[in-house]
């Protein structure tokens, strides 16, 4: 069993920035990749973002390509989540997920095999 643990959100104004973090328990699993989703109240899951761990390739939803970007330390095993120029409409919980194979994508939620708890993301107008 792989453990995910963010940490990171808040509130934060329009036009700020916030690092969510994603710490996994162990390696072993992350060959293929790790991303991030969020969720708003009423909404269904969505992609935000996602790292290849072989390759290093990112991958960007389009309402935050630019804004976002994510990245991972494969020696403390953990993804980041740099988020900046934030909109009221990224307010949602973030989640991050990992892959503990590849699946053929990485933007769908069942393309993952372990989620966090989630981290509230909450940005006010």
């Known amino acids: 069993q792989v453990q995910l643990v963010e940490s990171g959100g808040g509130l934060v104004q329009a036009g700020g920035s916030l690092r969510l973090s994603c710490a996994a328990s162990r390696r072993t699993f992350s060959r293929y990749g790790m991303g991030w989703f969020r969720q708003a109240p009423g909404k269904e899951r969505e992609f935000v973002a996602a790292?290849?761990?072989?390759?290093?390739?990112?991958y960007y939803s389009d309402s935050v390509k630019v804004r976002f970007t994510i990245s991972g330390d494969n020696a403390k095993n953990t993804v980041y989540l740099q988020m900046n120029s934030l909109k009221p409409e990224d307010t949602a919980v973030y989640y991050c997920?990992?892959?503990?194979?590849?699946?053929?994508?990485?933007?769908?939620?069942?393309?993952?095999?372990?989620w966090g708890q989630g981290t509230q993301v909450t940005v006010s107008s």
């Open positions: 790292v290849s761990w072989s390759g290093g390739r990112t």
């Open positions: 997920a990992a892959q503990s194979e590849y699946r053929g994508s990485y933007y769908y939620p069942n393309s993952y095999d372990y």
